[in-house]
């Protein structure tokens, strides 16, 4: 079995968590708003005014990824302006900020590389990845190349189970890899080369990406909205079902029509297209793969039926 990162050498029970926390609530360099530019602040503005008036604050985690995508991490400015823009305490933003992984805390490379070492992964070559590539780039989890390029880190699981074992890059996935599909897209990357994902979008920045999951799809960024999230391996077991003409029963409603769960199913339909309720369809084909940017306004879902051709 070979050698998973540990806390003494990369930091990632350790100093690089402390690290983390002190560099995002820096009591002495509080943080200043200012330095975010005319089109940021709009930016902002735009984001609150997604969310209904008086919950704006809901619009912090957008933001997050907002401030990352100008400076490339979570910084205390960025902690600053997200506070002053929906007023609330900087406590309350760094409380949200280093809870998830998402944020990063310190400048990150253009290209974050991430391989799972969850248990399936990790089985499957995923911890033999990540020991070849840390030695590779000469750097260890949640560290970057001295060059500024590259952050790499191990994963969790990446919701990727059946294409392991994963690797990442800016969040888009490279199914079934090995030690040496690894290291080649490692070295495609470092010869000024963008490889295509196994599936999604083309690979962009991280600072492109951290754009893109604020929600905002630029030039750059509109051949993300034709990509397909999903592969054959997931899709098997609906596919199966649909040929077989099977379906599961659909939720009981209740007299108002909704299923009572409270979920998003009572307000939205699951395939995010016209008006409705689960009672539309069998719960089968609300398990099957839908189009994310459906409930998004400004990019409305294909329509019913087009997702999954
Ligand atoms: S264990 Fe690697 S994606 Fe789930």
């Avoid at 089985?123 to 590779?136: H, K, P, Q, R, V």
């Avoid at 490692?186 to 893109?212: E, H, N, W, Y």
């Avoid at 339909?269 to 400004?298: E, I, K, M, W």
Wanted: hydrophobic share 35%.
């Amino acid at each position: 079995m070979s050698e998973l990162p540990t806390s003494a050498d990369t930091g990632a029970l350790g100093s690089g968590r402390s690290t983390f926390r002190t560099s995002v609530i820096n009591l002495d360099r509080p943080g200043d708003p200012s330095v975010f530019d005319e089109k940021t602040r709009l930016d902002a503005a735009e984001l609150k005014s997604r969310y209904p008036a008086g919950q704006e604050r809901s619009a912090l985690l957008p933001l997050l990824h907002l401030v990352q995508s100008v400076q490339g991490h979570v910084t205390p400015d960025g902690i600053a302006f997200c506070a002053d823009q929906l007023g609330i305490t900087k406590a309350q933003v760094a409380a949200v900020a280093t809870f998830y992984t998402m944020y990063k805390r310190e400048p990150t490379g253009d290209w974050l590389v991430s391989v799972c070492t969850n248990t399936l992964c990790g089985f499957l070559g995923g911890d033999e990845i990540y020991n070849a590539l840390s030695e590779e780039l000469g750097v260890g989890h949640n560290q970057t190349t001295a060059d500024g390029t590259f952050t790499f880190e191990s994963a969790e699981c990446l919701a990727a189970c059946d294409y392991a074992p994963v690797v990442t890059v800016n969040y888009e996935f490279f199914d079934n890899q090995t030690v040496d599909s690894a290291l080649g897209l490692v070295q495609q990357l470092r010869d000024g080369q963008r490889p295509m994902p196994t599936r999604g979008a083309p690979l962009c920045t991280f600072k492109q990406i951290s754009r893109q999951i604020a929600g905002f799809y630029d030039d750059e960024s509109a051949l993300a909205l034709d990509a397909n999230g999903t592969g054959p391996q997931t899709e098997a077991g609906v596919r199966l079902a649909v040929q077989r003409g099977e379906s599961a029963p659909s939720y009981a409603l209740g007299a108002d029509g909704r299923d009572g769960t409270g979920d998003t199913g009572d307000t939205m339909p699951a395939n995010g297209v016209g008006a409705g309720t689960r009672s539309d369809q069998p719960t089968s084909q609300h398990d099957a793969p839908l189009t994310t940017s459906g409930s998004d306004p400004a990019h409305p879902a294909k329509p019913a039926g087009e997702e999954a051709k």
